[in-house]
């Protein structure tokens, strides 16, 4: 479970991203996060990743607090999450095979184990005849299939999308959506999108965020903004 | 090791600048290793020899020259006296000169003087001692040699000093130089390391590429650097044996040990190889944890 009780992040030089943030996030929900740039979006995933501390606020993630600056087992932690960027983070000179065990090999993995495991993902977004491909090689859509297959690996139940299809064409865009409806029920899916048509059509939870406030929250809602 | 070739390939220069300086500093090092423990091997050399000789006319007898020596020795200002006389210091002189022929035919017993070498308990005694002799009769010479061995421990006193304030400029050069290519060797790779970070990778575990290059280029640089002073050592060992000649050994004592560093030794060759190749490691894993330290910290904001 992901829980914010009233978490507020004033950035240095006193721009406030959050303020006074409430929600949860059960085990295996789907929620989209949505809201117009700089409504702080961005701001929770980092949050839930560890990346920033709130100002005020505590942020638990699988029951765990780590709101603390000094929290000690964000390694930990992170094992348990996948992220996926709009501008995909795959790296160039990997191929999609190493990009993909790049999160298994951090667990000091057996090869036999990662090989399984990677082909397994490369199956579920549809690359499997791609696996020695490298990036430039790819196209947009393929690259962020591999950034999904990435973060789908291992023991990881939390899967924060970062506006994951930003960059992408709409028919592609539903591409990768079926992929994310593939896996959510085993997975905890919190996806941050601009995308009207996606929310709208998926009827999921929706949590909607302006000048870093929740103005609404909805378990079936639309892009109300 | 396939991990370990597509690290170094993957930045070649940054691997070969520090194998360079890794090189450069470990070659200096050995020299000067090599320099002092052979320093140090001469002054124990020195320091063993008689530290006053005195030589006796052709007609003094040997009588004479052992009461001379029941004297020194009831003093209490000597550790030994030894008695050479004129056959042992013939022996010893053909021993010597045994590859040269015509020396040898030049040079009967007669012709050579009987000496007693004297140890004296305290260097504070050398100059009493040295003028008793010169008042001894049927003196011929008296070698006096507080002034070799002074000058011995002054020059190795400073080849010390001076070594160590370079050896001490060399490794924090060395490691500088090493910490700023494992900066842009981490920076080359920032986007990979921050992924790793997210995804959960542990700081050692980010780190171990480095490290087993570094460790590597270690073990490397100081084999080779160690190779080619043998082979420096080999080209002028006919050199450093006619300079020697006459000495038969150069040893240094390490608290109960005596280490033999002239003929060389397997022990000496080995320890110096050992504690070259230690220093390269550790070295450059030292520079590597260093340089890494600071980009590899989660920092939360």
Redesign the interface.
Known sequence: MIQFDSVSKIYPFGNAALDSVSFAVERGEFVFLVGTSGAGKTTILKLILGELYPTSGSVLVEDVDISGKRFKKLETLRRHIGVIFQDFKVLPDKNVFENIALGLRILDMPFSKIKTEVREALALVGLHDKEQFFPVQLSAGELQRVAIARAMTGDRHIILADEPTGNLDPKTTWDIMKIFKKVEKHKTIIFATHNTDVVNTLKKRVITMKGGKLIKDNAKGGYDL | MNELITSLR?TPYQSLAMFFSLFLTLFLSLLLMFSLTFLYGLLSYVEARPQVTIYFQNETSESSILEVKKELEQSGKVTSVKYVSKNEAYALYRDLNKDNPLLLEMVSAEILPASLEIFASRPSYLPELAAYLEKVPGKDEVNYQKNVVEKLLALTAVVRTGSLAFFGFLMFTTTIILITITHFKVALRK??IE????????AS?VRRPFMREALFLGFLSSTIVFAKFSLLIYVAYPYIQSYLRGVQSLSIDLAQYKLVVWPFSIEYVGMLYLILTLFGICIAAFATLFATKKYIA?Q??
Do not use: N, T
């Not at chain 2, 992924?195 to 542990?202: E, I, P, V």
């Open positions: 993957r986007d990979e992924l790793q970070r997210l995804m959960g990778a542990k575990y989660i939360r904001s």
